[in-house]
């Protein structure tokens, strides 16, 4: 079991968007996340841990809120070219569907949505103690955002949902192999409304990974969809989550069960401080697997960089002459 020192946890939620300058800007202006930098990648290793052939460009940015050890991370994929979502994608198909933000000034965000012509697709409603909770479809990631009334001054990743066509099999996974704790959920059958699937039937597992929770939900119906063997991890959607964990050993010992359970390593783990891959499962589901030494946050987008000061203005060429 994993120790004290080491519990695993959320540590990420990936989505591939086709516009990241605004994604960025939206989450960042809306939600009230702060900007932790980003890069260009490409090359082999980079191709094969996405299962995207032996060569790949992206580019990548990173936004952090008040969690230790948690991002966002944002993908625009130029090879290959990105795919759109499926136009009659539903929150009940297979795969990673739906994540839920806590913000610090509710009303704030939605009329900042509003204006970004982001509507929302319910009236908010209450959740736990009073705090209210709407979702919205993000326009350039074409998944459901909820958004849900937090604490203290700075937005977090509360969960992200992911539907699967076994909740046995995934429960193995995840709390078996992965060791992460199963506990009370945030949503009862009747929250599947808010997300545009009222009455429908399902069965859910809820997962604690650090402060952010892991939804695994199994739906009769609408029966999900199986994901299209074609899709590919850079096209539009929600891309994965991370699985953190603070130590290598910790991270091999789980790779290791997760493995056993039919689920392919994409890459080796680098003999560096940094280890990291992603996990194919059989039902075509992805998942990251990371350890990641604090003194290393900042060159990997765990630490919010500082902003410019608002007096400095980003110099303007002159074209009078």
């Given at each position: 079991m994993?120790?004290?020192?080491?519990?695993?946890?959320?540590?990420?939620?990936?989505?591939?968007?086709?516009?990241?300058?605004?994604?960025?800007?939206?989450?960042?202006?809306?939600f009230?996340?702060?900007?932790?930098?980003?890069?260009?990648?490409?090359?082999?290793?980079?191709?094969?841990?996405?299962?995207?052939?032996?060569?790949?460009?992206?580019?990548?940015?990173?936004?952090?809120?008040?969690?230790?050890?948690?991002?966002?991370?944002?993908?625009?994929?130029?090879?290959?070219p990105?795919?759109?979502?499926?136009?009659?994608?539903?929150?009940?198909?297979?795969?990673?569907?739906?994540?839920?933000?806590?913000?610090?000034?509710?009303?704030?965000?939605?009329?900042?949505?509003?204006?970004?012509?982001?509507?929302?697709?319910?009236?908010?409603?209450?959740?736990?103690?009073?705090?209210r909770?709407?979702?919205?479809?993000?326009?350039?990631?074409?998944?459901?955002?909820?958004?849900?009334?937090?604490?203290?001054?700075?937005?977090?990743?509360?969960?992200?949902?992911?539907?699967?066509?076994?909740?046995?099999?995934?429960?193995?996974?995840?709390?078996?192999?992965?060791?992460?704790?199963?506990?009370?959920?945030?949503?009862?059958p009747?929250?599947?409304?808010?997300?545009?699937?009222?009455?429908?039937?399902?069965?859910?597992?809820?997962?604690?990974?650090?402060?952010?929770?892991?939804?695994?939900?199994?739906?009769?119906?609408?029966?999900?969809?199986?994901?299209?063997?074609?899709?590919?991890?850079?096209?539009?959607?929600?891309?994965?989550?991370?699985?953190?964990?603070?130590?290598?050993?910790?991270?091999?010992?789980?790779?290791d069960?997760?493995?056993?359970?039919?689920?392919?390593?994409?890459?080796?783990?680098?003999?560096?401080?940094?280890?990291?891959?992603?996990?194919?499962?059989?039902?075509?589901?992805?998942?990251?697997?990371?350890?990641?030494?604090?003194?290393?946050?900042?060159p990997?987008?765990?630490?919010?960089?500082?902003?410019?000061?608002?007096?400095?203005?980003?110099?303007?060429?002159?074209?009078?002459?």
């Open positions: 994993a120790g004290a020192e080491d519990p695993p946890q959320i540590a990420q939620v990936a989505l591939c968007t086709t516009d990241l300058p605004r994604t960025a800007r939206r989450y960042m202006e809306g009230g996340f702060a900007d932790a930098g980003g890069r260009v990648i490409w090359g082999q290793r980079a191709a094969r841990m996405q299962e995207l052939g032996d060569d790949m460009t992206a580019c990548m940015w990173w936004l952090v809120g008040h969690q230790d050890y948690m991002q966002l991370e944002l993908f625009f994929h130029t090879d290959p990105q795919r759109p979502q499926r136009p009659d994608w539903r929150p009940s198909d297979h795969g990673w569907v739906r994540w839920g933000v806590t913000v610090p000034d509710f009303d704030r965000t939605l009329a900042v949505l509003a204006a970004d012509g982001v509507g929302t697709l319910t009236d908010p409603g209450a959740a736990d103690r009073g705090r909770r709407v979702c919205v479809v993000d326009p350039d990631v074409a998944i459901v955002v909820e958004v849900m009334e937090g604490e203290g001054p700075l937005p977090g990743v509360a969960y992200a949902a992911l539907s699967v066509p076994d909740l046995g099999a995934a429960r193995a996974l995840f709390g078996d192999a992965l060791e992460l704790e199963e506990v009370d959920g945030l949503h009862d009747s929250t599947e409304r808010l997300w545009g699937l009222d009455g429908a039937t399902r069965e859910m597992a809820t997962f604690r990974g650090g402060d952010v929770l892991l939804e695994v939900v199994e739906y009769r119906d609408p029966p999900g969809r199986r994901i299209d063997p074609d899709r590919r991890l850079s096209d539009q959607g929600f891309m994965n989550i991370a699985i953190g964990y603070r130590t290598r050993p910790a991270l091999e010992r789980a790779l069960r997760a493995v056993a359970l039919g689920w392919t390593m994409n890459v080796p783990l680098f003999d560096r401080p940094v280890a990291a891959t992603y996990l194919s499962g059989p039902d075509g589901v992805s998942l990251e697997m990371l350890s990641m030494p604090r003194e290393l946050y900042e990997y987008g765990f630490t919010a960089r500082p902003a410019l000061p608002p007096e400095v203005p980003l110099p303007v060429p002159d074209t009078s002459r």
